[in-house]
């Protein structure tokens, strides 16, 4: 079924694969989350949702939760893995995971391939499966990967307790971390960039090179309405006014030429451009041709 670029607002995220140089990106999802956007973006003034109606399914957001594939030659690795086999009611919604893996054998790939999982922050929607098995399995399903995480994420692991993060679930993969900082290179083509603000050591990446790039940016940005409005910060970022000054960067970044985005949480237009509007910028989804692989 094909769905109007309005009706994805309110959809959750479906696979799908772009190609940055010699990396191919597939997103995987695992499940879905919705918040009520009056709670998850408390500072938007009066009349706000009335003018934006379009991106709300009742009252709530529709955001996916997965993790972001990248593949060079028979190399893999991942950004953030999902939720898991859970379901979870939260303040503003429901967080459900659980897909991940199915997602990963529809593009041919086993857990064991992956070398590398690259977690964008500590809360448990960004790295579900590194501390819970299948349901039946007795090991994890990426117990065999590095995990690489920000060196100021992990050394300041406590205030993830925040959003739900115990430090049992943190010891089941601790022995797998090795940390990183802005500007290394953890993959072919794929660097560290330091987005503070939603968390302390709060991480994207960069993949490709050259003329030709992609910005994961994790929860810098948490709906597509953010790229119009980054003075909205959501009530879970740790630090509001440096999230927003984040944000504000982020945006200009993503109106660059050759760069594409890729927010996690943007329902099914999770792929995307800044492009100028009469006033800032607006979200513009990748367009895709009808050959390109829903794999």
Do not use: K
């Not at 309005?6 to 499940?31: C, K």
């Not at 000054?245 to 237009?269: I, K, M, Q, S």
């Amino acid at each position: 079924m094909t769905f109007s670029v309005t009706e994805r607002l309110i959809q959750p995220a479906s696979l799908r694969t772009v190609q940055v140089g010699d990396l191919q990106v597939t997103y995987l999802p695992d499940g879905l989350t919705t918040m009520n956007a009056r709670a998850w973006l408390p500072t938007a003034p009066d009349g706000f949702w009335s003018r934006h109606g379009e991106y709300l399914d009742a009252d709530s957001f529709v955001a996916g939760v997965g993790g972001l594939l990248i593949e060079f030659g028979e190399r893999a690795m991942l950004i953030d893995a999902g939720f898991g086999p859970l379901t979870f009611r939260t303040g503003v919604g429901i967080l459900r995971g659980g897909a991940l893996l199915d997602s990963l054998a529809l593009v041919g790939r086993e857990p064991a391939e992956i070398e590398t999982v690259a977690v964008t922050h500590l809360h448990a929607d960004h790295f579900g499966w590194l501390w819970q098995a299948a349901p039946g399995a007795r090991r994890t399903p990426f117990a065999h990967a590095q995990v690489l995480i920000s060196e100021v994420e992990w050394h300041h692991r406590d205030l993830a307790a925040a959003a739900g993060t115990t430090a049992e679930m943190l010891d089941v993969f601790a022995h797998q971390v090795r940390t990183v900082a802005e500007g290394d290179e953890v993959f072919p083509g794929v660097r560290v960039l330091a987005l503070p603000g939603h968390t302390t050591g709060h991480t994207g990446f960069v993949i490709g090179t050259g003329e030709h790039r992609l910005v994961a940016f994790g929860d810098a940005l948490h709906s597509s309405l953010q790229i119009s409005h980054p003075e909205l910060s959501a009530v879970a970022d740790h630090d509001p006014m440096r999230s927003a000054d984040v944000r504000h960067g982020l945006v200009e970044e993503l109106a660059a030429p050759g760069t594409l985005g890729y927010g996690c949480h943007f329902a099914d237009v999770q792929f995307g451009s800044a492009v100028p509007a009469t006033s800032g910028h607006i979200w513009q989804p990748h367009r895709f041709a009808a050959a390109d692989r829903a794999r």
